[in-house]
């Protein structure tokens, strides 16, 4: 490996016990698509709102003012991805985000976009 590169570079060894650690390429897959949730500005918008509190589709309707078809729509793919749970509580449904894991990636991601500016 010493051929391809001019610039001071990691030991061979080193090289490998990284590529052994590297999760499998399903788990890399599954990675990759649980951050394209993340691409979409209305999906963010409702995890913004639930980063907050526990809301219903209508509050989060108003909030994000989108149809609730749409919100409904969104909500959707954030629970089949696991990012939101829901609660019922008669015959209304809340939807919060689904462990803290969720709101520290969010506010993760909002305090780099912040070092930037």
């Known amino acids: 490996m010493t051929d ?11 090289m490998q016990s990284i590529i052994q650690d590297m999760p499998d390429a399903g788990t890399m897959q599954n990675l990759a698509d649980f951050f ?6 209305s999906r963010l918008k409702l995890l913004y709102f639930l980063s907050r509190t526990e809301l219903c589709v209508a509050d989060l309707s108003a909030l994000a003012n989108m149809q ?28 919060s985000l689904d462990d803290m894991h969720i709101k520290n990636l969010f506010d993760l991601a909002l305090e780099h976009l912040e070092e930037q500016k």
């Open 36 to 41: 394209k949730v993340f691409g979409d500005f």
């Open 68 to 95: 609730q078809s749409a919100v409904s729509h969104q909500l959707k793919i954030l629970r089949l991805n696991r990012l939101v749970k829901t609660r019922k509580e008669g015959t209304v449904v809340y939807y």
């Open 4 to 14: 391809l590169c001019k610039c001071k570079q990691i030991s061979d060894k080193e």
